[in-house]
């Protein structure tokens, strides 16, 4: 198979996949190593295939009408969980994480979270690589983009976070 055979073929199986696929997963499928997927990923992207990397993996978005806000939240590390647990919960994606940087402007994080799973997956992987929040830049103030099928679900995500404490307004 060839690399143009095996881009096409990448975006079939991503295209099919209701859930993100890993650089490492692909490249097993295809027998080659996990650059060599990261590159077909970057030719593809150049290519104007809107494939979106998350951190589970690879994946094509189809369009659907979400409504799609974006929602100020404040807290620190230890209610992360809480935070992304109460989206989800309620019925919406976490999209990603901004927050705005002296420097670099905005800085986006994509998430993808549309389950507890992907909560839990998140949090996991966040405590294995010891890895520290984009929010820690700015003493916890953050912007999450969050997708539902409905106003309704955003407005009770966004009521139980404020009673939380975590909503900024």
Known sequence: MNAEERRTKIVDILKSEKKPISGSELAKIFNVTRQIIVQDIAIL??????????????????????????VACRHGKNETREELMTFVECGCRVVDVIVEHPIYGEIHGMLMLNSSKDVEDFIKKMAEHNASLLSELTQGIHLHTIQAINEDSVKKACEALKKKGILLE
């Open 45 to 70: 992207r150049a290519s104007g295939i809107d494939i979106m990397a998350t951190s589970q993996g690879y994946t094509i978005m189809e369009p659907m009408s979400l409504v799609t806000r974006k």
